[in-house]
């Protein structure tokens, strides 16, 4: 596919329909502000042109911009846009539609909107010669019910982790609880910690880290190719790590661990500051996405490398997958699954799929849809920004 880049690619070729007082229809290249603007008022976060053409306009793996939008009296109100991504499985390759960034006005709330838009997403796509092989996502626990009306069926959670480096910072914020949690922990108390576990953790100087400002996509994509999970995942090659990886809200660093035979294993750490200022640091990437002992081992001198860089981040945060928990807890970090982090109850990921149409197979590349041990899940899997 050789899609047309820039921002006068348009959305689905649909034919609009009108639901009530309520207009749904394709993205329009004209749209664009409106879109910004409605993001703002339902986010209330910082998203600009730049954002929105990274994300949707220039998406490399689908010919239009994958939107529907829903027009009050002229006016944007409700948009249903796609992530879309190249979908591995155990027996073959396709491509999936991830729900994001849905929107829906305060003052059109309960009016069908959200129903509406999906329902002429999934009527479009199911005959489509450039719609999805299926749909996943991962709704919170308040917006998951109105997938699952609509035919996604739940594929398990997903644990995140999270090494709380200042607790500090968390009071007063969304995070509240957490903060509290931590209150006992003063920032110096929690940096003794954490030098204490990573002290624990260190091994011996058998690796060499390389550290890589821009990303080295060649490397990170033969990497992947060494050890594939026999699990639904983002197909990775070139093409998806410099689009995946390049949204402009992150900054990035790269690492790569070396070993006397040659790379071991790579690492993406990319940080960013919230609306609540919260300096957060994601650990995004890490291929191989599975190995054996030696990329173990490798793969704890990269957190040691990445850990030792970030030690100003307010929170670092790395995906369950792949990785033991018991590893993970020797570095420092909690699971989003067990206290103080389970008292944010929307915090975990649920997965939640379906086949494009109703009928159609609950399995794509050998795996069962619906299976939590079907699924492989990293941030670039999830719509992380």
């Known amino acids: 596919m050789s899609p047309t880049r820039g921002s006068a690619r348009t959305g689905p070729s649909a034919e609009a329909r009108d639901e009530g007082e309520y207009r749904i229809r394709g993205y329009e290249a004209s749209d664009r502000e409106g879109l910004l603007a409605l993001d703002r008022e339902v986010w209330d976060r910082p998203r600009g042109r730049e954002w929105f053409e990274w994300k949707y306009v220039e998406n490399p793996y689908v010919d239009h911009v994958p939107i529907f939008v829903a027009e009050h009296d002229g006016k944007i109100v409700g948009a249903r846009p796609f992530l879309v991504m190249p979908l591995r499985g155990p027996e073959g390759t396709g ?57 996604w069926r739940s594929a398990g959670r997903r644990t995140t982790f999270y090494r709380v480096q200042n607790p500090s910072a968390l009071v007063g914020t969304r995070l509240n609880e957490v903060g509290e949690s931590f209150a006992r922990l003063t920032t110096p108390v929690a940096k003794r910690y954490y030098r204490t576990r990573d002290k624990a953790a260190r091994i011996d100087g058998q690796f060499v880290v390389h550290r ?62 919230t609306k609540d200022g919260i300096t957060i640091t994601q ?30 981040s307010d929170v670092v945060a790395a995906a369950g997958s792949g990785l033991p928990r018991e590893f993970l807890a020797e570095h420092g970090f909690l699971a989003d699954d067990e206290r103080p982090l389970s008292l944010l109850t929307r915090s975990r990921a649920t997965v939640v799929a379906r086949p494009t149409t109703d009928d159609g197979p609950w399995s794509f590349g050998g795996a069962p849809l619906d299976d939590p041990d079907s699924w492989f899940v990293s941030f670039l899997e999830r719509d992380t920004t």
């Open 283 to 312: 650990f995004a990437e890490l291929t191989p996405l599975v190995g054996d002992d030696a990329w173990m081992a490798g793969v704890s001198r990269l957190f040691e490398a990445a850990l030792e860089e970030h030690a100003d």
């Open 95 to 151: 491509t999936a539609f991830q729900p994001a960034d849905t929107m829906v006005h305060p003052d059109h709330r309960r009016q069908g909107v959200f129903t509406n838009m999906t329902t002429a997403a999934l009527s479009h796509y199911a005959d489509a010669a450039d719609g999805p092989d299926l749909y996943f996502n991962f709704p919170n626990d308040m917006s998951r019910p109105g997938y699952e009306k609509l035919g």
């Open 212 to 273: 890589h400002r821009t990303l080295p996509v060649e490397r990170l994509a033969d990497l992947y190719e060494r050890s594939i999970p026999d699990r639904l995942h983002a197909h990775r090659d070139e093409q998806f790590y410099r689009w995946r990886l390049g949204s402009p809200l992150w900054r990035r660093l790269t690492y790569v661990v070396e070993a006397e035979n040659g790379p071991l294993a790579g690492l993406v750490a990319r940080t960013r500051t």
